[in-house]
């Protein structure tokens, strides 16, 4: 299993007028989540792209147990329970606050796909070598 | 069977960086359909709220089957099943293209709050009554 | 002078915790006014971006004097008060309320640019000519 | 004079189809700048507004140099060139990116809002304590 953390700050514009974090904000919170673990491991979805592979979310599911508040610095919790060996990739995801309440949790899948001929694709070989490690028995 | 369907013209803002709408914003379409389709029967969602009402999304689910581009004039189907007896309402929403293609097929689960004791409370009286008539045999 | 309006419901998701339009949101209706404003001229932005000119905001400007607020029907108007001669273009915009409250007014520069090159152009031949009518003394 | 500088990483979210971040997304940028900034004195907005203070923007203002890109890490620099005496408070800004070139300049102007009565008041005494050492000849 590969699991990672990343903090993320609250921003004004992301509450509404019922004194929370709009629910719509949260894809942005899982996607930092998601961008970061990678970046933890020596990569970057960036560098993916520019090797032209994308990852277009096909399914995105989450459960709001309670609400964020402006200001504060909450933990995104992202988990990758199995190492794909096909196009398609799913994610775990957690949000927690500072008094380590959960307040989300989600489930978001995606694809590997070929830019430049929109067909699925598989993981990048230099990303998959980095998370085998972590799925070793 | 309640459903009613508005349109939602794809912005500028709402695009990424592959070309698409950035599947976090269907949250915002899905609201809109959601807004629209009880204004249709003559009641307004800031009524509730005026009324002292809110409704917090607890569960939101999309399943994204082809992409949405800038521009594309969005048809939002909103389907609600069952007339909810509780303070638990199940949305069902579906997002078409121009050529009437299923883009996203959602469902969103909100509930009633009342806004001052933060409890469950029900779907208040005035929305019922224009509602039943969509659910009698 | 070329002048149109066009008609925005505020969003949920665009209210913040101070119970108004958060001001950066203001930038998407403005966008969508400029956007309405070419259509009604029988030419669209993405048509021009298929021709290969995109036209990216240079300056963006805004004096806030009244708040929007949740579902409110908001008229944007937008302003050409001078046809570009070069790859320059100044649009002002105003926003009102239903009670025909002035909210919000600004200015925003764009450049028109060729997407190929990256060079600076000028205004495609077919908006100019949709467009002079409207200039004429 | 007081000048502060904070990090933002670009998100996917944040980016439009013309590979750049999208304008509007600058006012989030200024807001974390000046959130931040803030932050480093020891206090918070989050504070003011406990205080029954609120800051509306009223005046926002960007002249964008050079395009930002996902992923890129930004620096936002905020600079208040003035203590305010009165309610009227004028943050510069300016946002570079990891080759310290200038992409943005921006003027943000708020007031300082009595929430309960909705009239004008002046700086919180306790933020101003901490700013007065930077002002101080």
């Given at each position: 299993m590969f699991q990672h953390e990343t903090k993320i700050r609250v921003r004004?514009?992301?509450?509404?007028q019922m004194d929370?974090?709009?629910?719509?904000?949260y894809a942005q919170y899982f996607e930092v989540g998601r961008t970061e673990s990678i970046r933890q491991l020596g990569f970057t979805y960036k560098d993916m792209e520019a090797m032209g592979v994308v990852m277009p979310i096909v399914e995105w599911h989450a459960k709001y147990l309670r609400p964020a508040h402006y200001d504060e610095l909450l933990t995104i919790r992202t988990i990758l329970k199995e190492l794909p060996d096909d196009h398609r990739i799913e994610f775990h995801q957690e949000v927690y606050n500072e008094s380590e309440k959960l307040l989300t949790v989600g489930r978001v899948v995606l694809y590997f796909i070929?830019?430049?001929?929109?067909q699925k694709t598989s993981m990048p070989e230099v990303l998959k070598a980095k998370l085998l490690p972590y799925f070793n028995a």
């Open positions: 004004y514009a992301e509450t509404d929370v974090v709009y629910h719509g904000n070929d830019a430049a001929t929109k």
